[in-house]
Each structure stands twice: as C-alpha cells, then as structure tokens.
C-alpha cells in the first residue's frame, strides 16, 4: 500500500486550482503546502510592526483552505502546511474556524512552533556567518529574523497526536513531505538510507510545477502540453522511500526524466551531500524510470547521518531600493534610450543622489543577462529603461522615482510612461546564514 | 562540428543568497562526454564574466548525464540586494545554452531544435 502525497503550493504566490483540483482528484493521504521563501519571515516581521492588521501568516491562507478544504474533509486528506510564517498558532486557529464552517470541528489542527531564535542566544552560542565567517554583530544593519530551519520530527510528532492538519513557521522544505512518509511508514529520525530517500522524493515536490512541466517549457527543444493548465505533483511512495511521481489525469504539463532532473539539481550545490536538518541527501546514486505516461518512479536516493547543527536565517534591514521604468519605440529608440541614460546619470549627480550601486538598463537588450548579452544584431523596435540604485536612506531611494517622473515632460522625444507606479521603494533585507547547535532550539507542538 | 550547447543540453537555474547554481542535462548518454571535456569551470568562469564575480564550482554526475555548476557571486550580492530585474537569477540557466561544444559530425540528426550546426 502506498502513501500518495500531493503538493498544494511551491511558494507564497502560486496558483490554488492545482492544489483544489489535487485535493478533489488526486485521491491523498496528504495534501502539502510550501509558501515561504529565504526572506519571508523577515519581511513578515517588518510588515507586523507597521501593519497591526496582518496576522503573519501566508497572506492567501483561507484562499488555499476554502479551495481544499471540503475535498480534504470527505477524503481524509491530512494538510501539512509552512502557512503559519511568523504565527503558525494564529493560523491553526483560523484554520480551526475555517473547518467549524466547512462542517469537520471535530479536526484537530497542530501549529509547530520554536524555530525563532534569540539575538541573544545566538551571540551567546557564538555563532559565527557562513558568508563571511564574522561574529553575529558583524552584520550590518538592524536584524529583524532569525529563525532555525526545523526538520520534519516535530510535524511528525503532531500527527501522532492525531493531528489532521498541521501548520508550521520555518520548517527546511523537503521536511514538509518527509514527515508523513515518517509518520505513515514508521521511520526511524535516524534511518538515514530511507530519510536520504524519502527528502529526495520531498526536494522533487517542494517545487510543484516545477516537477510537472511548469519553469521548463522551450519551444521546439522542450515542448510541454497544455502549458495553461499544468496539473502540481502526486508523489505514490512506496515503503522503502522510492516513489512514482506523477500528476492528476488530464492536467496540462509533463512529468518526464528531464523534468525530473531538473528538479532534482534545483538549488543544489554538492548533489552528494545536500544537507537538510533531518538527513545528509545523495543524489547521485538516483535511478530515474520513466514507468508510463506522467509517471516517473524514483529510487536509489542515498541518505547519510543529519549533520548535528540546524541552519539559522538572519535578517538584517540594509536600506532601499528605489526602482522604476519608462520607455521607447520606434526608429532611433536605442539611441533615445541611450541619451536618457546620460541625461538620468547627469541629473544624479546634479541632485547627489548618495547610491551604494546604481544600475541602468535596457529591457529588450540588456537587462537580464547584463554583461553577458550580445550587442543587438539590428536596432531593437522596443526598448525600456529601467533604473534601479541601492541606498542606504529611503529619501535616496525615492529620488529615483521621482527623476523618472521628471522623464515624462523633461527628457526625451517620446518617452512613454507608466502610470500608477506605486512601490517605486523598497527595503533591503539581507540574509545572512549561520550553523547553531540542534540543543539550542525545542520545538514545540500546540494543539488550537 | 560546433553547435550550442542548447542543441545537446537542457538547464535549469536555482538561488541560494548570493549563489546561482546552474545544472545542466545532457539529453541523450552519450552527448555527456563532450560537456564534461568542454565545460569546464574555468570557460563557463569566462562565460560569465560580468556577471559572476566568484569562483565557480562543477560537480560531475555522469551516470545521470548531469552536470551542475556553483557560481558564487552570481546574484549582484544576493536575491535581496541585487539590483537585477532578474534577482533571482530565474532566467540565468538559458545564459549556459548559447555555449559552444564540439560534437562529432554524425551526431546531426539527433540534435534538438531547428538545424543548429555553426560549424
């Protein structure tokens, strides 16, 4: 009997029909949310100190728990969800209430907490940044985050309480799918050759789509049916670890080897010792078989002994940026665009615009690959100017918006604009790593 | 005969702070080989040059016919501080495909895409 595991988000912003349809179609013992990126919580904890009204947790949270809810109740689809960001109690609870309307009280809803570490703490354990190899209070800036990434152990510890959903802070992504495949199948925290397998399988859905066709299309090189209508990833895992990944029947996409290797170096440095908090993954022992239409069966993932520390995200509050665009068409738009480039650098220095790093390109030329791209092989139609400069002050950030304004009526001949241009400025945060004991932090699981 | 990478090869771009981390997959066994001898890190070093301000790193996965490559200082200081439009460096994996490898002449008709060969 396997454990068929679906994923229902690969990050904050992603589409919630897939996870509905998932729920409804997919016939799971688990339904799977990940929706927290390297700066989430610390932008959470800068939005919660301004914004009394946010709850600081993953903002769609009742778009994703209407959509999934009912399907999930009459299936018995457990969720395992990183929605709660900086308050996972606060969104068990509404989760709590989101089941009182959808007719199931009786589900128990879990928020694991205890990854948020002290400043304090961490100066006391001396910790020191793996960027640089400095002490904590080399950071420059105000730290505003620091939180431990957490393994799958204590989710697995709440569904043992019998939790039918459970809602975590920060938790290392492939842990999210890890748990009930520990809990289901009984696994040992320190069997590592099924942990190696089982977090390989976890790495592949922590990116949804990106598994099933979605971040991959090329055409006439990778070409991908219904490219609109990509079904998220089913992992069917068997007991050993190994699992067919596939996806729901009659959904756009593709799951294929190619995909799947994708996937499986997405974020990886060293593919023989991809370090989680629960388990050291290899993946260059992976045997990859395409077993039908959409379905590939993964095995062979090696596991060696979780290291003995859990990685640390900090972040700090470095300054701003202030960013914005205008642009041209036509005969000649290269060489207006290069004239406003000169007027905007002239008007910089004019003003004193105190700028750390300034960049000006030109989207349609340049903009994404910068140094590397070619130089146009004919005059572009189109091309749009885009400025950005990092400050250290907000008042620096906003004079680049506010140049840009000043193209409208004082620059170029035809200079098209683009208003509203709200969020022209917006703050750095920068995200420092370090390595602390597994002793210095105890998670704990509460029952709402 | 020299084609672009893009011809043998497909990638994927991934970030980790300030690093971009590249792999690239051969799309059949044996167009492997010539990757390993001609993608070095050093010439995809100079590939980037720019762009990539650190080392680069390359691990050799060879029975999955996979190459990933570490680039350090790839994302102008990190996701949160670049000033690129692309800060995640999303984008950056399609920046390996215009690389030229040398292939033998009879592997022609078993190259991706539209008629590729440059050479």
Redesign the interface.
Known sequence: MNLRIGAGAAWWGDRISPAALNAAEGNLDYLCFETMAEATVSAAQVRARRDPSFQGYDTYFDDRMHAVLPACIKRGTRIISNQGWINPIGAATRAKALLAEHGAPAWKVAAVTGSVISLERLHELGATLMETGGPIGSIPGEIVSAEAYLGAEPIVEALKAGAHIVITGRVADPSIFLAPMMHDFCWSASDAARLGQGSGIGHLMECGAQVTGGYFADPGYKDVPEPWNLGFPIAEVEADGSAVITKVAGTGGAVNRQTILEQMFYEVHDPANYITPDVVVDFTSAIIEESGLNRVRVSGIGGKRRTDTLKVSIGAQEGFIGEDMFFYAGPGALERAKLAETILRERFKIINLKAEDLRIDFLGVNAIHGALSPAPIAPPYEVAVRVAARTKTRADAEKIGREVDAMAVSGVGHTGKRVPHADRVREVIGIWSALVPRSALTPQIRFV | MHVPL?AIA???S??????S?I?V?A?EADFHAPLTAQLTPARVKT?????VTGAV?R?D?A????L?F?LHGAL??????S????NYG???G??MLSIEIEIPDDWAPRL???STASA
């Open positions: 893009r497909h990638t994927r991934g970030d980790k702070g300030d690093i981390n792999v997959v799309y590939h980037f040059k720019g762009v790193e691990y996965v029975r999955l016919g996979v990933n570490v102008g200081g990190g996701v949160s501080r000033l690129c439009l692309d999303k984008a950056l399609a920046a991706r895409g539209p």
